[in-house]
């Protein structure tokens, strides 16, 4: 089975600044998917950004991206120029398979992120 | 397009009562997935349904849980006999094979 920790229940940053939000995970899957997810307030999840684990290079969608340490089974989030909207709950998740399979998401407990003005 | 919908938005029942959700899945999305979340035990898997497959149910947590989808489509997650315990966001995800699922705004439920 597979496991998601996140050992920072809440976190807070100062507007326009950069965070890092940590998440590890233990599996024994040589193929597998990893992702942050979003939840606002409004209770819908969003994914923010998706690294595949057999590529070396990681992620990035505008000011999120990832450090991904396949051998430390590590896969931080950071955040840059941090914006009020920002503030939400963000998950970590582990979802195992390959290409064109779709199978469930394990998830951490979450980080609440607090952006303050 | 429309995403993934989920009705009621809020439900509030006695204990003992059966409860009904939904999910509309985004069109021509092959997987639906429902998860649990609570306060005490974070996001849960329930079940995962893949087309014509048989679901994968690994995730409820006891027989007054069960979900069906009819017509590969609409799926509705049904809860007898509710508990307190059973208080949660239910959330729905559909997905279409690549690996992203796409979660709806979910359904509170409360148990009185």
């Known amino acids: 089975a597979q496991t998601v920790t996140q050992s920072q229940p809440e976190m807070s940053v100062q507007e326009a600044e950069t965070v890092t939000l940590s998440c590890t995970y233990d599996?024994?899957?040589?193929?597998?998917?990893l992702f942050w997810y979003k939840q606002p307030p409004s209770r819908q999840m969003i994914l923010v950004i998706r690294?595949?684990?057999?590529?070396?290079q990681n992620a990035t969608e505008n000011r999120f991206s990832v450090n991904f340490q396949k051998a430390a089974k590590s896969f931080s989030l950071k955040i840059s120029d941090s914006q009020l909207g920002d503030t939400a709950m963000y998950f970590c998740?582990?979802?195992?398979?390959?290409?064109?399979?779709?199978?469930?998401?394990?998830f951490g407990k979450g980080t609440l992120l607090t952006v303050n003005p | 397009g429309a995403g993934v919908s989920q009705s009621p938005s809020n439900k509030v029942t006695e204990k003992g009562k059966d409860v009904e959700l939904r999910c509309d899945p985004i069109?021509?999305?092959?997987?639906l997935y429902w998860y649990r979340q609570s306060l005490g035990q974070g996001l849960e898997f329930l079940i995962y349904f893949q087309g014509n497959s048989a679901p994968d149910k690994s995730g409820l947590p006891s027989d007054r849980f069960s979900a069906e989808r009819t017509g590969g489509s609409v799926s509705t997650l049904t809860i007898q006999r509710t508990q307190q315990e059973d208080s949660a966001v239910y959330l729905c995800a559909s997905s279409n094979g690549v690996n992203e699922q796409f979660f709806g705004p979910g359904t509170r439920l409360t148990v009185l």
């Open positions: 069109s021509g999305h092959t997987a």
């Open positions: 599996t024994s899957e040589n193929n597998y998917y």
């Open positions: 690294q595949e684990a057999y590529k070396q």
């Open positions: 998740a582990f979802m195992r398979g390959s290409g064109g399979s779709n199978y469930k998401l394990t």
